[in-house]
């Protein structure tokens, strides 16, 4: 049952809560907050909103029209875990003081209007969403950027490379490139963190299913948080990345979201399990198709793999995304799908032939996504692949990096850069635009602040292996 205002009101008096945080998504994925004393949680609160400046953040406002509003949505209020002063936290959602008209750049309002689009379609009433969200937890990072130098440099006492360290004492057993999955402490030096952000998660209200190390060395983990709604799943993901970094930093480390730290192993996905439903009926299941796959759920890869080059332009958004995205460290390059096989970019898993767990994992996104527009981009991707019958082919159930070079060139590849995923997006998004789910004007603002604050930031400058390479030319 939904929480009303005044079941969060109640909440703020029995917890004993001095403050109430009000948080929201930019355009780009990253949470932004200001906070009231908690005689200002009334019902009015709810209904009138507080204002902000919206030209001061990424991606918003103009200066002449800065002014915006919050609403809080009281189905989305927990208690914050690491503040010192008792605080209550609430998501909101944006909206322009004048017209009272959701705002159209506010991520959260998108993905609401893709779920109101699939109930509009008719061929579902609600998707469920799983995200498997990696990310690495380091015990330094260094980096600077200037026009006369350029480094990074991050450690972790579990890297394999402080085997001979001076740690005082050095106790050995650190983990080797690829070696992360599954050691049992004390090789996993990492178990009672996770469980700690494993906890604070589940305070929060977000149900986590597992936890565990991951492949790559130097700390990299994964916890994953238990399906359910388009909009609900994006505010977890929200929360899940404010407790992974908080819960880290309480324990003297740094965690990061950021797809590919390190050169030479693996590097961070966000897979994504998503299914459709009718009612209670799963229809993405059917006992007589492929990997028990209806031929909705067919239709719906279909449309994920055809529009799969413009989705990453949100789903795997950065530059160092495509850092991660090349053959071999499990990445998931080739446009294809598959029962079982972690290199094609769609994966059918198999652990159960439950007709309720049958799902589609589309395995390029990666978690520095926004996941409010990824989830939604990809929900428009597979509808309009439903709607259009678009056929996705024969499934490819075989080693996808050990083809034959004439039959590997049959498959198509996700985009090699950033660049190459915006101007994809630039050519192909007239199914994001139906339903007026994503808009002209949300497009044009991701894809010129993209190009030019992060594309161009790095193209423009020198890198330091080019001085490995160049300098004694």
């Given at each position: ?37 908690v005689r200002e949680l009334t019902e009015e609160l709810f209904e009138e909103g507080a204002g902000f400046d919206g030209s001061s953040i ?128 004390p090789t996993d030096r990492l178990q009672d963190v996770r469980s700690r952000m494993v906890l604070a998660l589940e305070a929060a209200g ?131 799908y598959s029962q079982r096989n972690r290199s094609a970019a769609v994966r059918i898993p198999v652990y159960s032939s439950s007709p309720k ?117």
């Amino acid at each position: 049952m939904a929480r009303t205002p005044e079941d969060v009101i109640r909440l703020a008096n029995e917890t004993g809560v001095k403050m109430v945080d009000l948080r929201f998504t930019d355009l780009f994925g990253t949470w932004q907050h200001f906070t009231l004393p908690v005689r200002e949680l009334t019902e009015e609160l709810f209904e009138e909103g507080a204002g902000f400046d919206g030209s001061s953040i990424r991606g918003f406002q103009s200066i002449e029209e800065s002014d915006m509003i919050l609403i809080p949505d009281p189905d989305t209020a927990f208690v914050d875990p690491f503040l010192q002063i008792p605080t209550l936290v609430l998501i909101c959602d944006i909206y322009d003081p004048i017209t009272r008209q959701p705002y159209s750049r506010d991520p959260r309002y998108i993905a609401r209007k893709a779920e109101a689009y699939l109930r509009q379609t008719g061929i579902a009433d609600v998707s469920y969403w799983g995200p498997e969200a990696e990310f690495f937890l380091f015990n330094d990072v260094r980096y600077r950027v200037e026009p006369y130098m350029s480094f990074y440099q991050v450690d972790s006492e579990e890297a394999w490379w402080n085997s001979g360290k001076e740690l005082g004492p050095n106790y050995g057993g650190q983990i080797q490139a690829k070696g992360g999955y599954f050691p049992v402490p004390p090789t996993d030096r990492l178990q009672d963190v996770r469980s700690r952000m494993v906890l604070a998660l589940e305070a929060a209200g977000v149900r986590v299913e597992i936890h565990h190390h991951e492949v790559a060395t130097a700390g990299q983990a994964e916890i994953d948080i238990r399906f359910s709604t388009l909009v609900k799943t994006a505010d977890n993901m929200m929360i899940y990345k404010y407790i992974v970094k908080n819960v880290a930093r309480q324990h003297g480390l740094t965690a990061t979201f950021m797809p590919k730290p390190l050169f030479g192993d693996n590097g961070s996905g966000m897979h994504t399990h998503q299914s459709l439903w009718k009612g209670d009926v799963n229809i993405f299941f059917d006992e007589a198709g492929y990997a028990q796959l209806s031929e909705t759920a067919r239709y719906y890869i279909g449309g994920l793999l055809q529009h799969a080059p413009a989705l990453l332009a949100f789903a795997a958004p950065t530059t160092n995304s495509y850092r991660r995205l090349v053959p071999g460290y499990e990445a998931p390059v080739n446009l294809a799908y598959s029962q079982r096989n972690r290199s094609a970019a769609v994966r059918i898993p198999v652990y159960s032939s439950s007709p309720k767990a049958k799902r589609v994992e589309f395995r390029p996104p990666d978690p520095s996504a926004n996941p409010y527009l990824t989830f939604a981009a990809m929900l428009m991707a597979g509808l309009d692949g439903v709607e259009n019958r678009l056929d996705p082919g024969e499934p490819m159930d075989k080693d996808l990096y050990d083809l034959p070079p004439e039959e590997a060139a049959q498959i198509k590849q996700v985009p090699g850069s950033l660049a190459e995923a915006l101007a994809a997006l630039e050519a192909d998004h007239a199914f994001l635009l139906k339903g007026d789910v994503f808009t002209p004007d949300v497009i044009a603002t991701w894809v010129a602040y993209k190009r030019t604050n992060e594309v161009d930031a790095v193209r423009l400058r020198p890198h330091p292996m080019e001085f490995e390479l160049y300098y004694d030319v």
